[in-house]
């Protein structure tokens, strides 16, 4: 997970959230022939603890914490891609996590689904998701990924 | 000699791989698949396809433990479980079985049992039939390699050679 060095400065670094262990094998997969640093995990509660959006001692979630300001114990993340259909927390709550947080607000969230709804496509992107990648997830799409990641290196 | 096995079998691979798209028993993210496969990742569609196997029977298993009690009634959790195995099926262009998926689902949103029964049998058959052709798919690749292995072996250069 977290690594010191010169690795961390010179690769965007993506956390992929996905329940199925085929998808995240291949997210990892795609997301490493882009070159970038990946961090693969299998829910949202894990994502929001990873980011640092959970308070560990009670497992609330606690926006406005300043354990969620990356500091240097902290790992940079750079771009959130999340499943969407996930049981206990959705991306969609993910998505509303991270853009309700002061700290993490900016980071670009993209959701993936499996189900092509344009009401689901639709909150989504009200809420601030980059994009809407339908699964499964191909290189192309991938390659969508880097402008939004680049805004956010400026 | 044995290195003119490597062509024939290269040949093989891709009448086969040819059989399974034109039966649809696989479709285009299977090629995706293939792509992300390369040097630095040799063993990448084996890897996710034995993942998709694994998980595969473990639903498979669940389902049919689902069925076969008398007292069956959790449709929605049958639902789930068949979400997941589109979702994975989809994932590596197992297109037959992600369809029979589909039917089996429409079964159990109508809380049809006995067409839940008929839909798991002919899954059960499809994916069998999907595993010995991938597992035969993935042994050609293994011995196309070594046989070309075979017939390219290291070259060995003599001293002085500028």
């Known amino acids: 997970m977290a690594k010191g060095g010169v690795s961390l400065e010179t690769k965007f670094h993506v956390l992929a959230v996905d329940d199925s262990i085929v998808d995240r094998k291949l997210i990892e997969r795609l997301l490493k022939t882009s070159s970038y640093q990946v961090t693969v995990v299998e829910s949202g509660v894990k994502a929001l603890e990873f980011l640092g959006l959970l308070d560990d001692k009670n497992g609330s979630i606690d926006s406005t914490s300043h354990s969620a300001t990356q500091n240097h114990h902290q790992v940079q993340v750079n771009l959130v ?4 259909s996930m049981p206990g927390i959705t991306g969609y709550d993910l998505l509303r996590k991270i853009k309700e947080s002061t700290s993490l607000k900016n980071i670009p969230v993209v959701i993936m689904s499996s189900e092509d709804l344009p009401s689901r496509i639709n909150s ?26 680049l805004r956010g290196k400026a | 000699m044995l290195g003119f096995g ?3 079998l290269r040949a093989y691979m891709n009448r086969l791989l040819a059989l399974l798209f034109h039966q649809g028993v696989l479709d285009e993210q299977f090629l995706q698949l293939q792509q992300l496969q390369d040097e ?6 084996s890897e996710v396809v ?7 029977e473990k639903l498979l298993r669940n389902l049919r433990g689902l069925l076969l009690d008398r007292e069956f009634s959790d449709f929605k959790k049958m639902g789930s479980h068949l979400n997941q195995f589109m979702g ?6 197992a297109q037959r079985v992600r369809n029979v998926c589909v039917a089996f689902r429409a079964a159990s949103e109508q809380s ?17 039939y999907l595993k010995n052709k991938l597992h035969e798919l993935f042994q050609i690749e293994q011995q196309r390699i070594l046989a070309a292995a075979v017939r390219y072996p290291p070259v060995q250069h003599p001293i002085n050679n500028p």
Not at chain 1, 81 to 84: K, P
Not at chain 2, 40 to 45: E, I, L, Q
């Open chain 1, 81 to 84: 891609i999340t499943d969407y």
């Open chain 1, 124 to 149: 989504c992107l009200e809420k601030g998701a980059e994009e809407f990648f339908l699964k499964p997830v191909q290189q192309s799409d991938v390659n969508k990924l880097r402008p939004h990641l």
């Open chain 2, 6 to 8: 490597a062509e024939r």
């Open chain 2, 40 to 45: 630095s990742s040799p063993n990448f569609v």
């Open chain 2, 50 to 56: 034995n993942i998709y196997f694994h998980e595969s």
């Open chain 2, 88 to 93: 994975s099926s989809s994932s590596i262009g």
């Open chain 2, 112 to 128: 049809n049992r006995a067409g839940c029964m008929r839909a798991l049998e002919l899954l059960e058959c499809e994916y069998c």
